[in-house]
């Protein structure tokens, strides 16, 4: 009774609604109405999945309770299929009779689903060196585009357009976050993250020697890369220094060293080793402590008296060779000034 094709039935007798055909639907869950328009010429109308009839008039045929009858009237005939699933995609048929004449007309109804990630590579830590593989996966309708990007300021632009991302000899600076992002034009797109941590052994970048008066506190520094992070020992002529011993302490970061003196004694100077070390290797610098003399009391009071002692010389002033050159040129100055007042005076 409801079967049969017509493509070139009359538009007055039966108008599927051009909606239904023209857009796809969205992510799940949804749902979208299958809408029918007709004259009061139609007798009987019903609509189909495929070969199997959801509805027949206000008749349910189907026994999935997501499909309700929306209208039946003279002049619309519509259905709606609640919380769309992938499985509904699909051609539906509304065909109706007129007098006695079967007519049908079909949309096709397309399934939208928004993109999903349903498998990504755990976070990985890896020597310098190797070879790395991530993979994402991803679902949706229309397929997903998978991208990867490295979250890094050096980074620019994508690092694969593809679920799988290999890197050759990975080094330090690739280090970090790794993005991996799924869309389509359903909805926005879909991001996870993978940490990937790269192991070096250290390296000293910086080792500084330094002078301190004997009495004084001093410190030395001692700055290492490394991951793992770095662990650090203080040697002075081949002999490692303890932790804790008397007057000096060793203080360390995950990426600094310190020693520090308390009261510096003459017993204190000399060449000190920095041993950075993790799993990976070891480095090692050498570190000065000098002496630096302080100036003493009496070359403070030498250095007043010579202040004092010393004319003040202002501007167009020519400077002094020696002290004893300024003497010789002050007594040849005054010598013709001694003449012409003995002159004056007889």
Same mark, same amino acid.
């Given at each position: +009774?409801?079967?049969? !094709?017509?493509? #070139?039935?009359?538009?007055?007798?039966? =108008?599927?609604? *051009?909606?239904?055909?023209?857009?796809? %639907?969205?992510?799940?869950?949804? *749902? &979208?109405?299958l809408e029918c328009t007709i004259d009061n010429r139609v007798t009987r109308v019903?609509?189909? !999945?495929?070969?199997t009839i959801l509805y027949a008039g206000n008749d349910k045929w189907c026994l999935d309770p997501r499909v309700v009858l929306l209208s039946n009237t003279q002049t619309q005939y519509s259905i709606e299929i609640q919380n769309v699933d992938v499985y509904d995609e699909g051609p539906y048929t509304c065909s109706v009779q007129t007098d006695n004449h079967p007519k049908t007309s079909r949309v096709h109804l397309i399934v939208q689903v928004s993109p999903k990630i349903v498998e990504i590579s755990s976070d990985i830590s890896i020597n310098e060196g190797n070879n790395i593989s991530l993979t994402c996966i991803a679902t949706g309708r229309p397929e997903p585009t998978v991208?990867?990007?490295?979250?890094?300021? &050096?980074?620019?632009? $994508?690092?694969?357009?593809?679920?799988? %991302?290999?890197? *050759?000899?990975?080094? /330090?600076?690739?280090?970090?976050? @790794? =993005?991996?992002?799924?869309? !389509?034009?359903?909805?926005?797109?879909?991001? /996870? /993250?993978?940490?990937?941590?790269?192991? @070096?052994?250290?390296?000293?970048?910086?080792? &500084?020697?330094t002078g301190v008066p004997v009495g004084q506190k001093g410190t030395l520094q001692c700055e290492a890369s490394a991951v793992p992070s770095a662990e650090f020992q203080w040697y002075k002529d081949d002999k490692r220094l303890i932790e804790g011993k008397k007057g000096v302490k060793v203080e360390n970061r995950p990426f600094l060293s310190k020693l520090i003196f308390f !009261?510096?004694? =003459?017993? #204190?100077?000399?060449?000190?080793?920095?041993?950075?070390?993790?799993?990976?290797?070891?480095?090692?610098?050498?570190? +000065?402590? $000098?002496?630096?003399?302080?100036?003493?009391?009496?070359?403070?009071?030498? =250095?007043?008296?010579?202040?004092?002692?010393?004319?003040w010389k202002g501007p167009g002033a020519v400077s002094e060779v020696s002290n004893g050159t300024s003497r010789r040129a002050g007594c040849v100055w005054l010598l013709p000034l001694l003449v012409l007042h003995l002159l004056l005076k007889f």
């Amino acid at each position: +009774m409801f079967s049969g !094709n017509s493509p #070139d039935q009359p538009q007055q007798h039966l =108008e599927l609604c *051009q909606t239904a055909a023209s857009h796809a %639907l969205p992510g799940l869950p949804n *749902q &979208k109405p299958l809408e029918c328009t007709i004259d009061n010429r139609v007798t009987r109308v019903a609509w189909l !999945n495929r070969s199997t009839i959801l509805y027949a008039g206000n008749d349910k045929w189907c026994l999935d309770p997501r499909v309700v009858l929306l209208s039946n009237t003279q002049t619309q005939y519509s259905i709606e299929i609640q919380n769309v699933d992938v499985y509904d995609e699909g051609p539906y048929t509304c065909s109706v009779q007129t007098d006695n004449h079967p007519k049908t007309s079909r949309v096709h109804l397309i399934v939208q689903v928004s993109p999903k990630i349903v498998e990504i590579s755990s976070d990985i830590s890896i020597n310098e060196g190797n070879n790395i593989s991530l993979t994402c996966i991803a679902t949706g309708r229309p397929e997903p585009t998978v991208t990867w990007r490295h979250i890094s300021p &050096k980074a620019v632009g $994508f690092v694969s357009e593809d679920e799988y %991302l290999e890197i *050759q000899g990975i080094t /330090r600076e690739q280090s970090g976050d @790794y =993005e991996c992002s799924a869309s !389509n034009d359903v909805a926005a797109p879909v991001v /996870r /993250r993978v940490k990937v941590t790269v192991n @070096y052994p250290p390296y000293i970048s910086e080792a &500084k020697g330094t002078g301190v008066p004997v009495g004084q506190k001093g410190t030395l520094q001692c700055e290492a890369s490394a991951v793992p992070s770095a662990e650090f020992q203080w040697y002075k002529d081949d002999k490692r220094l303890i932790e804790g011993k008397k007057g000096v302490k060793v203080e360390n970061r995950p990426f600094l060293s310190k020693l520090i003196f308390f !009261n510096v004694s =003459e017993h #204190d100077y000399g060449n000190y080793t920095c041993v950075a070390s993790n799993k990976l290797g070891h480095t090692n610098a050498s570190i +000065m402590l $000098f002496e630096l003399n302080e100036p003493t009391s009496s070359t403070l009071l030498q =250095e007043v008296k010579t202040t004092a002692l010393t004319p003040w010389k202002g501007p167009g002033a020519v400077s002094e060779v020696s002290n004893g050159t300024s003497r010789r040129a002050g007594c040849v100055w005054l010598l013709p000034l001694l003449v012409l007042h003995l002159l004056l005076k007889f």
